[in-house]
């Protein structure tokens, strides 16, 4: 089982971001997206999570395009976790993680709670959260349907470090119980740490492409970040 892109194509108005992207995601892997500004990281995720709909090509999930899902068989596979969400509604924070499925447990609920350490949280209203407890909180609403394809867009933004190795240790978790994982990064030491594969994207005049992808422990060497990225990775 894998994640396939075939020939993607995805232009916002007229300027074109991807122009025939292909790849193959290792299954059961947790997987970085790492890139700069503007070569397309958090496009490729709503591509495909469904939020952003594929021009021309497809996406396959276990040989079949993600386009032809139905609502009931994506909300089954697929679990997403975006950038800068903002609560619609004062509700209270385990409400919110059970939104995640109609069919839950209260064991489900309760587990992804205290994986993501927002347990102490559940009778508070998200509107009262900081911006890292709200994070965390909808990262436990992700896991509770235990999604075999996740997908998460700088899930440690705003979290402080310890909150940061706890949400990275969780990922990882995951992908090494069968699931694939999918998750924008910047911190390329931490891509080092803990990505079992990484997909580097470059912005070009004509479109976004790959730069490199493979092992993370091989394509992160110090001279690549270097090429890449313009910065030195301090020795240890």
């Not at 994640?3 to 122009?19: C, G, K």
């Not at 892997?29 to 700069?36: A, K, R, T, W």
């Not at 996406?59 to 950038?83: D, F, H, K």
Request: charged share 15%; hydrophobic share 45%; with cysteine.
């Amino acid at each position: 089982m894998s994640l396939q892109l075939h020939d993607v194509h995805f232009s916002y108005e007229r300027a074109p971001l991807f122009t025939g992207l292909s790849t193959t995601l290792p299954h059961g892997q947790l997987i970085g997206i790492l890139g700069e500004n503007g070569s397309g990281k958090s496009t490729l995720l709503k591509l495909v999570a469904g939020i952003e709909p594929v021009q021309r090509g497809q996406i396959c999930w276990q040989g079949q395009s993600v386009q032809g899902w139905s609502p009931e068989q994506r909300a089954r596979t697929l679990g997403y976790l975006g950038q800068n969400v903002v609560p619609a509604w004062s509700m209270w924070v385990e409400d919110v993680v059970k939104l995640a499925r109609v069919k839950h447990s209260a064991h489900a609920v309760t587990e992804a709670m205290a994986r993501t350490d927002c347990l102490h949280l559940a009778q508070r209203k998200v509107t009262e959260l900081s911006a890292g407890e709200l994070q965390r909180v909808l990262l436990a609403r992700v896991l509770v349907g235990a999604p075999p394809l996740l997908l998460a867009d700088e899930p440690t933004a705003g979290l402080d470090p310890r909150h940061q190795v706890q949400v990275m240790q969780v990922l990882h978790d995951h992908a090494q119980a069968g699931a694939t994982v999918v998750v924008v990064m910047h911190d390329l030491i931490a891509a080092q740490q803990w990505c079992d594969h990484v997909l580097v994207l470059s912005a070009q005049e004509y479109g976004s492409g790959i730069l490199a992808e493979g092992r993370a422990q091989e394509v992160l060497s110090p001279a690549f970040i270097r090429d890449a990225f313009g910065v030195d990775v301090p020795s240890r």
